[in-house]
């Protein structure tokens, strides 16, 4: 009997250590999806996906008309690979639904990516992947949340990278008002948003029950509020205001860098060189700490990037022809940070606050470095501050925190109508801070 449960101890302590080190590393393929943006492979990068008519666009369908995804990837083993794609549904909260896939799929429910070309010209050899969907003989047939995630060799165990998506059908309409936030100087900092839902042609039988809003702002997760209640009822109309949940933090217009040429340093970019080994590596300036800087207005990209290559001659397909670069960050920080770690944060690390993200104190240079292998192109970032215990990251700390900031605001509407067992997506609407 002592065996027999020294045995199961035993079993179980290796079962949570080996969890807990899973748990710690970037790339764990554990054969569990995660219902999130991830990346299972080192070889894969520069993963995007975005709705076709342009690269910066978010992940979101509109289920009555004729829009597609297009997911494009890296992959640095530069062969040739078997992969496909699938879908995963998804409720409100991200937790896989209970329908079957023949509820929310029609036609067939795997894609094979036949889309692939090799790198030219570049240090870096990679094969570039490609697909877009839905297509004629993959459908959507609801509304709500959804995870694609791609496999190899037909084996859907073997996960490659998982992405978030949205798919709506706009059942009733978001009116929204932006104004400052008001208490404790919080006018100056943050930005609260009131909206009403009309449903003049839709039933809602029990909206504080069946009715879900959330509210993300640049189409962060980590940040996105979730639970918040109507706070008048009409006949037709649910308004939203007085709600502490529905007010964020302005934040700052993001950082950037321009790595489009490897010949040319540009205003970000302090060296540019290629190593003994023929590796890329451009040196950012250092950065400074934006706490106390006055707000300045310039356009960005909300966190974005857009892969691009200046050097090239004649037409240039960049998605084979720009070439990967190691990039170096560098924050100036007097004392270590006693509140947590530090993290490079926006689409450029899939807004995920990972080992590979998070930045380390040099105690020789006084401040917090980190590294990033980076397609060429220009991008958007900030640094966030995280005690890595809650998922969201504090951008305020280095950044600074202003009212008057540009932000782009998503309002999600999801119902669970009695007698369903999912949350569909029937209001959507995306809205800027600055043009209103």
Aim: aromatic residues 16%; hydrophobic residues 35%; negative net charge.
């Amino acid at each position: 009997m002592r065996l027999f449960l020294f045995t199961i101890f035993l079993v179980s302590s290796l079962a949570l250590l080996s969890q807990n080190q899973k748990e710690e590393d970037d790339y764990v393929n554990d054969n569990v999806l995660k219902y999130d943006d991830y990346i299972y492979k080192p070889n894969i990068k520069t993963v995007q996906m975005h709705e076709s008519s342009w690269e910066g666009a978010p992940a979101i369908l509109d289920l009555n008309t004729n829009q597609q995804l297009d997911l494009e990837f890296d992959d640095l083993d530069a062969d040739q690979k078997q992969y496909s794609i699938t879908f995963a549904h998804c409720n409100a909260d991200w937790t896989p639904s209970d329908l079957m896939i023949s509820e929310y799929l029609s036609g067939f429910f795997d894609l094979n990516i036949l889309n692939f070309n090799f790198s030219v010209n570049t240090a870096q050899k990679y094969t570039h992947y490609k697909i877009s969907f839905p297509q004629q003989n993959l459908h959507f047939s609801k509304s709500g949340n959804y995870v694609m995630y791609v496999y190899l060799n037909g084996d859907k165990k073997d996960l490659v990278l998982s992405r978030r998506f949205l798919v709506f059908d706009n059942q009733v309409t978001v009116a929204t008002t932006f104004r400052q936030a008001m208490g404790n100087d919080e006018q100056y900092n943050k930005q609260h948003l009131d909206f009403t839902i009309y449903h003049s042609t839709y039933n809602l039988t029990n909206p504080f029950v069946d009715l879900k809003v959330v509210i993300s702002q640049n189409n962060r997760f980590d940040n996105a509020v979730t639970n918040i209640k109507p706070t008048f009822l009409a006949n037709n109309s649910l308004t939203y205001s007085l709600d502490d949940k529905s007010t964020f933090n302005g934040g700052n217009e993001f950082r950037f860098f321009d790595i489009r040429s490897l010949r040319f340093v540009t205003e970000k970019v302090k060296k540019i060189y290629m190593d003994e080994n023929l590796k890329n590596h451009a040196v950012l300036n250092s950065e400074e700490n934006r706490l106390v800087k006055p707000y300045l207005l310039y356009p960005d990209l909300n966190g974005g990037f857009l892969i691009r290559n200046s050097n090239a001659l004649g037409s240039v397909n960049m998605d084979v022809e720009a070439d990967y670069v190691y990039v170096d960050f560098f924050l100036p920080y007097t004392t270590p940070e006693a509140n947590g770690n530090f993290y490079v944060m926006g689409k450029l690390t899939d807004w995920r606050m990972t080992k590979l993200s998070k930045m380390k104190y040099n105690e020789q240079r006084f401040g917090y470095e980190a590294q990033l292998y980076l397609k060429q192109g220009y991008y958007n970032y900030n640094f966030v501050l995280s005690n890595d215990k809650d998922k969201s990251g504090d951008e305020t700390k280095t950044e600074g925190n202003h009212w008057e900031t540009e932000n782009d605001y998503y309002f999600l509407v999801y119902h669970r109508k009695i007698g369903t067992y999912y949350d569909a997506l029937i209001g959507y609407k995306k809205v800027n801070s600055l043009k209103r």
